[in-house]
């Protein structure tokens, strides 16, 4: 009967890895609104393309004549009628998952007591670069917060952007 439990607790250890953060996936692209009082809603996306290759390529996209991709810029390539002032952010995430096996094995041979932050496992995970797009009027006012021909046309275009990117 000791060998069985035993053998159960072995099995079990070695399959043991729980997800303790999911990367979100965003299929085309998601308009997230900011969790501050008076914050801007982002048109974020996922960015299947390098990192490094996205500040030129933006560049070029928006046709911005300096020799970096400002912070935030102003342009009528989004809507033609209206100056918007354009700002990006870029983050990467990954799913972590808690290796169990790695803590018990450790805490059986009494090495270390418990589980630590190292044995969140992130090998072999695919990580996912996001980019998050705030579009403004020159009032300050949040594009996206409105439903209207002006959010249609920014919309339409940072599709495109997207497109031109990935």
Do not use: W
Not at 23 to 44: M, V
Not at 49 to 62: L, V
Not at 95 to 105: C, H, P, Q, S, V
Not at 129 to 151: A, I
């Amino acid at each position: 009967m000791k060998k069985i439990i035993l053998l159960f607790i072995i099995v079990f250890s070695f399959q043991s890895c729980i997800r303790v953060h999911k990367a979100p996936r965003i299929e085309s692209y998601k308009l997230i609104p900011s969790k501050l009082k008076n914050g801007s809603t982002s048109y974020a996306f996922h960015l299947d393309a390098s990192r490094i290759s996205f500040y030129p390529r933006a560049q070029r996209f928006f046709e911005i004549k300096e020799d970096y991709l400002p912070e935030s810029f102003t342009t009528r390539l989004l809507y033609p009628e209206e100056e918007l002032e354009v700002s990006f952010y870029l983050s990467t995430d990954q799913d972590k998952k808690l290796d169990l096996f790695t803590a018990t094995f450790n805490s059986i041979i009494g090495s270390e007591n418990g589980i630590k932050g190292k044995d969140i496992s992130r090998k072999g995970e695919v990580v996912f670069n996001y980019v998050y797009v705030k579009v403004k009027d020159l009032e300050g006012n949040d594009v996206f917060t409105e439903d209207d021909e002006r959010r249609a046309s920014v919309i339409n275009v940072l599709n495109s952007f997207r497109n031109y990117l990935n």
